[in-house]
């Protein structure tokens, strides 16, 4: 890969990584400041549309319990429709979604291919990055508004993707999973500290790593390097994994919360707490467990608090609560040995400049041309 190739990617890998990012990560110190909490965050009376997270959450944890069928596209729209209060249409969602189902069998047929498996990804790669009338001769981008407007949450929302052509390295991977398990393409998807991507094989049962977000292909090497994965997340299977089919449902548990938070404020109560747990029970997965140690977190200081401990050294003096914080600690530590990596929010606003000032100049070049 040339060193041009290089950075271009990196530009579009770092703008991937916001479309999911969470909520910040808690900074264990030895005396972070705690917060005053005194409302009931169990309260949700205060949030009309509650109800929407819960049938979201009922429907993915019945696919995920065997008592109905494995479904991503309907686990995705149910979390979508969270983010639209519920104004989503779903006829309207299955209708696109057909149309490019049929398209992209119809694209396969003329691709010559020594496999049928091959021919169906090629056809999905030809109508991610060439312009096609199945994509109305546009093909995707990567939604600069979004990343500007709102860190990349509504650039992440498969719906979005498809009512606009733009999207994310968390949108463009899903779609491409709805569309290959619906095809009958065997392609997974494979997640990276804030990044996800597509895997599938060739004939010959080579693995290849493709790119939602640029159009091309990149080598493991460059995965490991770009996101800070070492070999120790990789044999934990915590990065750089192909995700099952249940696996891949439980991506949208953590979307569900994303979107929970952003709309309601909520982000430590049982609604949360079921989520993550049910999560964890059928993948590690890292953003899960990272949202299981923020409210384990908030729930130490909330008791904290109403003990009048204002700092993590006094909390460390109660007996009780030690054993919960050592417990948090010891939690964060098995985390970090499976070979996670936190970017630190230094590093976020960093790069997130970085980008902003890219595409400022590439506009400016544009506009003189």
Aim: hydrophobic letters at 35%; charged letters at 20%; one cysteine or more.
């Amino acid at each position: 890969m040339s060193p041009f190739c290089r950075i271009y990617l990196l530009f579009y890998f770092f703008l991937c990584s916001f479309s999911i990012l969470a909520s910040s990560q808690y900074v264990f110190q030895i005396e972070a400041p705690i917060a005053n909490y005194v409302w009931n965050e169990n309260d949700t009376s205060r949030y009309a549309n509650h109800y929407l997270y819960e049938k979201a959450y009922s429907i993915i944890e019945c696919m995920l319990t065997d008592k109905a069928p494995l479904d991503f596209a309907d686990a995705i729209f149910a979390v979508e429709n969270c983010m639209y209060d519920g104004q989503l249409d779903y006829l309207s969602y299955v209708s696109e979604l057909d149309r490019l189902v049929a398209g992209i069998k119809h694209m396969a047929e003329a691709v010559t291919a020594p496999t049928k498996d091959v021919a169906l990804n090629y056809a999905i790669y030809l109508f991610y990055t060439r312009p096609c009338p199945l994509n109305n001769y546009v093909p995707y981008e990567y939604d600069q508004i979004s990343l500007i407007e709102d860190v990349g949450l509504t650039g992440g929302m498969v719906t979005h993707l498809l009512k606009t052509g733009k999207g994310t390295c968390h949108s463009l991977p899903y779609l491409y999973k709805i569309i290959a398990d619906r095809v009958g393409a065997k392609a997974y998807i494979a997640n990276a500290p804030l990044h996800s991507y597509i895997r599938h094989q060739d004939a010959n049962g080579n693995w290849w790593n493709f790119e939602t977000t640029v159009g091309g292909f990149s080598r493991s090497s460059f995965i490991m390097d770009s996101f800070h994965v070492n070999e120790k997340a990789i044999r934990s299977g915590l990065y750089m994994t192909n995700l099952t089919a249940k696996e891949t449902i439980v991506q949208c548990l953590y979307d569900l919360l994303c979107v929970y938070e952003r709309k309601t404020g909520f982000y430590s109560n049982d609604f949360v707490r079921k989520c993550y747990t049910l999560g964890l029970r059928y993948h590690y997965a890292d953003n899960l467990h990272q949202r299981r140690i923020n409210d384990l977190k908030y729930q130490l200081d909330k008791k904290a608090w109403h003990k009048g401990l204002r700092s993590e050294l006094e909390v460390c003096t109660d007996s009780i609560l030690r054993h919960e914080y050592n417990y948090i600690q010891e939690q964060i530590k098995e985390f970090v040995e499976m070979g996670y990596y936190a970017y630190t929010p230094e590093e976020y606003m960093q790069k997130y400049q970085e980008a902003l000032h890219y595409f400022q100049k590439k506009a400016n070049k544009s506009s003189k041309q």
